[in-house]
């Protein structure tokens, strides 16, 4: 009896029929159905007057949202719907209705939803609505609430069920990823959610937060890209010179508006979009997860290899210490190993100056040995070369004297990527540590900086001096303190107030001589500032460039010349060491202000210009290694036939047909016989030839009607 009247109740009853069907779908498949009729029929009566409170028709929204992951057949247009009801009355619904329709969208959303259209909707909407929410300022406490929710769903992949949450946390970290690229959610907690997503379970979305580290600066440097601007004053000044229309008057209005838009954009605050590696909390445990999931060996290669560039990378920016990776990547280096190109960017981007040479040198070793011999092709010789370079850059020190002097012997090799790669190695040492080199290999340069004793000394684990890390920095001093040596000369009157009563001021009589600056007497006076004086106090000329690059050039030096070379030498030093003591007094002594930056952005800007001839290459940002540095200069290799093929068919597409035009009617003109028939007669009745036909006989008409006659057979045939 409790049971029948149980089942009477279950109509209204729609709590304890959500519980029951979510137990046993296909014993009340009826009662289910029923609701569904209902719902259908009240969804029909609710659009005649959207703006009534329905919570009938919410109350049967919410349950079949509950349960339609029982029924997916008979629910298949039920999310369409709901869609459908919010795009169209969504400005008059009444709020609680619209507020039980979003929670039902939510709600399947977060129940695997097999929509594609309604999933993406949701999406958008949800970026949209954060980005709206921190248009005007940042909403710290809502950011913090979703980021914790985010991770939170990061964590249910790993210990809950991966099917049911796998979705949510993809989406979650696109949500993350999507808004740190918008420049919303730009900080360290935003980071280190994706970094939680390196280490999922679920390989799709472990290999979206690894490529997200990995290409954060290229969509940097894309989203940067300016467009050209077209150039007003030279459209005005077409105008003035030409017929005036309304569409050149439009084209001209369309473009002042562009230029004003893009002068409004560089005049808004700067915004630095440091790389996303720089804000982990911790970057050491990062890497040090990354690598024991590379060496486990459980994933395909695509993704170890991203995992191995990855790893690289933050070894490489935040200089950490990790040695198992270097011989892991050991056992890659061989020529006939897949992607081994990136195998060795990542052993040059995980290289630094606090990796110890002891480490590097079997890595080193290991290249040299597979790489650089005369058993491979040359293509692989100028890879291995250009593979060591770009170590060595990083670490001087792993490279032996013995080593470095066997793959200089390359420099004259036949190749011309093998000779650049080990030329560039030459080039390095010569700069870095020259002493390595063989003597014939060292060059002028450096020959002469050994002798002199000018030649730094590298030393494992001796920083360099970090006082130049605002570049320009010793400007601003220079700038001020010319400023001050140019009152030096004047003499301040300190009773100002009486000059009025002191009388007369004496001038210069006529006889006595005014002296005019002329051109050589300011070059003599600018080479008598360059003068310098001793402690004697006996002025001593300092060398120019010119002649200090011809003393050094010189293979032969006198005692005198040797002498004044080791001065300059010792002179320049001083030079350095006062320039890095201004840099650090400045740097530490002042607060500069947002006048002070702007006066540096402008002595930097004049300084560039100054020095614009011969800039060196600058590095590459962060230590990133292109693989195209590591394949270097290569010849364009020969086509097989297929290639040709294709490429020769490539080139005729949209080109007209290649041959004679003779007989075919898309001629540019026609012939002098043609235009003759179209003539009037009288024009070519004074022909000789209309005269001769005038005056033949009638075999002769006889016989050129029958060759006609013949000449039309022929041509129908």
């Not at 000394?457 to 601003?476: C, K, M, V, W």
């Amino acid at each position: 009896m409790g049971r029948r009247n149980r089942a009477a109740l279950l109509p209204t009853q729609l709590p304890q029929l959500q519980n029951l069907i979510k137990r046993d779908p296909k014993s009340y498949e009826a009662e289910f159905l029923q609701q569904y009729r209902h719902y259908q029929s009240t969804l029909s009566i609710f659009c005649l007057k959207p703006d009534e409170e329905a919570k009938e028709l919410a109350e049967l929204v919410t349950f079949i949202s509950q349960v339609c992951q029982c029924y997916p057949k008979e629910t298949t247009e039920f999310p369409q719907q709901i869609v459908d009801l919010l795009e169209q009355h969504c400005v008059v619904l009444h709020p609680e209705v619209r507020k039980s329709f979003v929670q039902a969208l939510i709600l399947l959303r977060n129940k695997n939803c097999r929509d594609k259209a309604l999933r993406e909707l949701l999406y958008s909407h949800i970026v949209n609505d954060i980005k709206n929410a921190n248009a005007k300022a940042k909403n710290n406490k809502l950011n913090k609430t979703l980021q914790s929710y985010m991770f939170t769903i990061l964590e249910s992949v790993k210990t809950g069920n991966s099917d049911e949450n796998a979705v949510s946390a993809k989406k979650g970290i696109d949500v993350c990823i999507d808004l740190y690229k918008k420049n919303i959610w730009n900080d360290a907690k935003t980071v280190n959610v994706i970094a939680e997503g390196c280490f999922s379970p679920v390989m799709k979305i472990a290999v979206t937060a690894i490529r997200f580290f990995l290409n954060t600066n290229e969509d940097n440097e894309e989203s940067e890209d300016e467009e050209e601007l077209p150039d007003i004053r030279k459209m005005e000044q077409a105008n003035i010179h030409s017929k005036k229309t309304k569409a050149k008057s439009r084209r001209l209005d369309a473009a002042k508006k562009k230029v004003k838009r893009k002068s409004k954009s560089k005049k808004a605050a700067e915004s630095f979009n440091f790389s996303a590696l720089h804000l982990l909390n911790d970057p050491q445990g990062f890497a040090e997860k990354l690598y024991s999931k590379l060496s486990a060996k459980q994933e395909r290669w695509e993704i170890r290899l991203l995992r191995m560039n990855l790893i690289s990378r933050v070894i490489g920016i935040h200089q950490l210490s990790l040695l198992g990776f270097y011989s892991l990547l050991i056992k890659y280096l061989q020529p006939s190993q897949r992607d081994v190109t990136m195998v060795l960017v990542a052993a040059a981007q995980a290289s630094h100056p606090l990796v110890s040479p002891d480490v590097l040198e079997p890595v080193l070793k290991a290249i040299a040995n597979n790489f650089v011999t005369d058993r491979v092709s040359n293509e692989v010789m100028a890879v291995g070369l250009n593979g060591i370079r770009e170590i060595c850059a990083r670490q001087p020190l792993a490279m032996n004297d013995t080593l470095l002097q066997d793959l200089t012997q390359y420099k004259t090799h036949r190749d011309k990527s093998v000779m650049m790669g080990a030329r560039s190695l030459i080039t390095l040492y010569r700069e870095v540590n020259p002493e390595m080199l063989l003597r014939k290999d060292r060059g002028k340069s450096a020959a002469l900086r050994m002798k002199d004793g000018s030649l730094p000394s590298f030393t494992f684990g001796a920083q360099a001096n970090n006082t130049d890390g605002l570049r320009g920095i010793e400007l601003l001093g220079e700038k001020e303190e010319g400023a001050e040596d140019a009152w030096d000369e004047w003499e301040v009157d300190s009773e100002s107030s009486d000059s009025d009563n002191e009388g007369w001021i004496d001038v210069p009589s006529d006889s006595e001589y005014v002296k005019i600056a002329m051109s050589d007497d300011e070059d003599n006076e600018d080479d008598k500032k360059e003068d310098k004086a001793d402690g004697d106090g006996v002025r001593k000329r300092r060398i120019g460039k010119r002649q200090l690059k011809k003393l050094q050039e010189s293979e032969e030096l006198t005692e005198e010349q040797q002498k004044k070379l080791a001065e300059e030498a010792k002179a320049r030093r001083a030079e350095e060491e006062k320039k890095q003591a201004a840099i650090l007094e400045v740097a530490t002594t002042r607060i500069l202000t947002p006048a002070d930056f702007a006066r540096l952005n402008e002595l930097r800007e004049q300084k560039d210009i100054e020095v614009a001839a011969g800039v060196k290459r600058p590095a590459a940002d962060e230590g990133q290694v292109d693989e195209a540095t590591i394949l270097g200069a290569r010849k364009k290799a020969k086509m097989d036939y297929e290639a040709r093929m294709a490429s020769i068919q490539e080139g005729r597409e949209g080109r007209e047909k290649f041959g004679s035009k003779k007989g075919s009617k898309d001629r540019g003109s026609t012939t002098n016989r043609e235009k003759a028939r179209n003539k009037n007669f009288m024009m070519i009745a004074h022909k000789q030839s209309n005269i001769l036909k005038g005056k033949r006989s009638l075999v002769e008409k006889q016989k050129a009607l029958r060759a006609a006659v013949v000449k039309q057979k022929k041509q129908k045939r």
